[in-house]
């Protein structure tokens, strides 16, 4: 199995441009996440969702959408990239609501806003 | 106040000691607490995790619940160079679905 399959890896945005951020889990896993994270930061909240056409604002969802239109996709929009949005951007998935919270963490990608 | 809290370091000790990581969170409806390492460049990984009053052992990891004092600790004996890394709090349920993170404690562990 792949697990959650994060793309682009790397990517360097102009302040104004927009773009998607593709994750892909194939664990059939119901709870996704987007994460993140600022160097010598912990992992801030952008969005989740529980299922297929769910979704919910963490804690910081601002200059970001999200959509979950099939239980393997979940897609960040990023729209009129600003500076502050340089970070590492984790997705996550789990199964269950709570069960062990094991999150399965893709390996992350690094947008650079300039 | 911050949801989850995490001194962030970084926590120094030598090879064989016992390193002693602290986190504190405010939501008192929280159900279950996550430790998660994360190497440097990498993404985190989960060490433990623990529901009830107590502790919990694992190895050479031990985590430790208190939910009085809304506290919870890992314990790692015997630190080894290779235990370095950024240790991260997770705190889940409440009155949400989210699961919170902390800041992370940056160990490092001295040969």
């Known amino acids: 199995n792949a697990g959650v399959t994060q793309t682009p890896k790397f990517r360097i945005l102009k302040i104004g441009q927009s773009m998607t951020l593709q994750c892909t889990q194939d664990m059939n896993h119901n709870y996704m996440y987007w994460y993140r994270q600022d160097p010598g930061m912990g992992l801030k909240l952008i969005y989740y969702s529980v299922g297929a056409g769910i979704t919910d604002k963490g804690e910081v969802p601002n200059g970001y959408n999200v959509s979950r239109s099939t239980t393997e996709d979940f897609p960040l929009r990023l729209e009129l990239a600003a500076p502050s949005q340089t970070s590492v951007y984790f997705c996550?998935?789990?199964?269950?609501?709570?069960?062990?919270?094991?999150?399965?963490f893709g390996e992350g990608s690094r947008l650079t806003v300039l | 106040q911050k949801e989850v809290e995490q001194n962030s370091g970084p926590l120094s000790v030598p090879e064989g000691a016992i390193a002693s990581l602290n986190c504190t969170y405010s939501d008192r409806g929280s159900q279950s607490f996550f430790w998660y390492r994360q190497y440097s460049g990498k993404s985190p990984e989960l060490i433990m995790f623990i529901y009830s009053n107590g502790d919990k052992e694992d190895g050479r990891f031990t985590a430790q619940l208190n939910k009085a004092s809304q506290y919870v600790s890992l314990l790692i004996r015997d630190s080894q160079p290779s235990d370095s890394a950024t240790y991260l709090c997770a705190v889940y349920g409440g009155a949400t679905n989210k699961l919170i993170f902390g800041t992370g404690t940056l160990l490092a562990v001295q040969p």
């Open positions: 996550a998935s789990r199964f269950d609501s709570i069960g062990t919270g094991e999150l399965f």
